[in-house]
C-alpha cells in the first residue's frame, strides 16, 4: 500500500514537472520571438533612418546650342566667365569652313580675294553644381538666338547606396577569409572580392565627381562672314613688261645679234681672204680659155 502511494507521488510529481518545463519552453520561445522581432524592427527603423540621412545623389548635364556674332570672342569670354566660376575648359575646339571664294585681278602683281565663310565652335566645359545655372543663363546673354537649351538630372541615391553596401558586404567577407587559411582557391576569390569591392569604391568616387562639377554641352555657331583681301598674285605668267619696253629690248637684243654675228665672221677673215682669192683665179682662169676661141673665129 505504502509503495503504491508513493509510485503516484512521484508520478504526480514528474507530470508537474514536465507542465512546467513546458511553459518555461513556450514562455522562452516567446521571449526570443520577441526579441527577434524587435532586432529585426530596431534594424528596418534603422535602415530606414540611414536612408533618409542619406544626401541626395544627383548628377546634372546640360546642353546649349546657339548663335553669336564673333565665334573666337565668345569663347574667350566663356573660358573667363567658367574660370570665374572655378570650373575648367574640358575640350574646346573652333573651325572656320570657306563656303565659296572668287579672285579679282587688280593689277599684274596683286589680287583681290573675296571669300564667305562660317565659324563653328564646341566647348565642354565642367563647373560646380550650384553654379551650372548661373553660367547657362550668363552664356545665353552673349548669343544672338538660342536655338537648344535643355538640362538634365540623373538621380543615383540609389545606385550609390547599393554599391556602397556591396563594397561593405565584400569588405566584411573579405575580412572574415583573411582570419581562415586560404588556400590556392580561396586566393583567387579573395582577390576577385577586393577587385570588386575597389570597382564599387571607384565607381561612388567617380559619381562624387560628377556631382561635384556638373557638365555643360556648348556648340555655338558665328553668322555667315565675308573677307575681303588684298594678296600678291601667284600667277606668274602674269608677270610681264609694257609693250614699249618689249620693242626697245627687241631692238636691242637683235643689234647684239648682228654684232655678234659680224664680230664672228671678222674672226674668220683668213678663210674669207682664201675663198675671194679662189674665186678670182677661178673667173681668171674662165676668161683666159674663152679668149682664143674668139680670136680664130
Known sequence: MKKRMLSALVISIALFSACSGNRSNESAYKNLTADSASVSDQKALSNET????????????????????????????ITGLVNQHGGMVMNHHLETTVNDTRT???????????????????????????HLAELMSQVSHLSTQVTLMKMDVDDRTINYMEAAQKARNRADVVTYQQKEKASARSAASLLALKDEKTNREIDNIRTDAEIRYSTLSLNFTQNTGVSIQKL?????SAYGLPAGQRLWHAIQNGWEIFSDVFIGILN?????????????????YKKRQVKPIVANI
Open 268 to 284: 674668220l677673215w683668213v678663210f674669207v681672204l682664201l675663198a675671194l682669192a679662189g674665186w678670182l683665179g677661178y673667173r681668171f
Open 50 to 77: 540611414d536612408t533618409a540621412n542619406v544626401n541626395l545623389k544627383l548628377v546634372k548635364t546640360a546642353e546649349m546650342q546657339f548663335k553669336v556674332k564673333d565665334a573666337l570672342k565668345a569663347g574667350e569670354t
Open 232 to 236: 600678291p598674285n601667284t600667277d606668274l
Open 104 to 130: 579679282l585681278a587688280l593689277n599684274d602683281d596683286s589680287v583681290r580675294q573675296v571669300s564667305a565663310f562660317t565659324t563653328t565652335d564646341e566647348m565642354i566645359v565642367r563647373v560646380p553644381q550650384r
